[in-house]
């Protein structure tokens, strides 16, 4: 089974920075694409960045030019580098990978931006 597991959540101050990563596991050549997605009170689960297997990406407009994506595929991770973090970036980050079987998701890492 293809599992993902996200880390590297926490509090920041607004300006700072803050790098997430997903680790995954089992079934890793299933997978066609990678995506961070968020989700805050009251929201949907929205898209932030994806990237897929060319190695194209794309953002929401609310993050670009601020966040990254990136894959290392030796170690089967994907991050997100977030930078210029404001209060508006505050909420529960979702790894997820798109495979043939369905979306895989992990269970979600707490970013909070104090002003």
């Known amino acids: 089974q293809l599992q993902l597991m996200e880390s590297g959540g926490g509090l920041v101050q607004a300006g700072g920075s803050l790098r997430l990563s997903c680790a995954s596991s089992?079934?890793?050549?299933?997978?066609?694409?990678m995506a961070w997605y968020r989700q805050t009170p009251g929201t949907q689960r929205e898209l932030v960045a994806r990237?897929?297997?060319?190695?194209?990406?794309n953002y929401a407009d609310s993050v670009k030019g601020r966040f990254t994506i990136s894959t290392n595929k030796a170690r089967n991770a994907v991050y997100l580098q977030m930078n210029s973090v404001n209060p508006e970036d505050t909420g529960v980050y979702y790894c997820?990978?798109?495979?043939?079987?369905?979306?895989?998701w992990g269970q979600g890492t707490q970013v909070t931006v104090s002003s």
């Open positions: 990237i897929i297997a060319s190695g194209n990406t």
């Open positions: 997820n990978a798109q495979t043939p079987y369905g979306p895989v």
């Open positions: 089992g079934r890793i050549n299933a997978i066609t694409s």
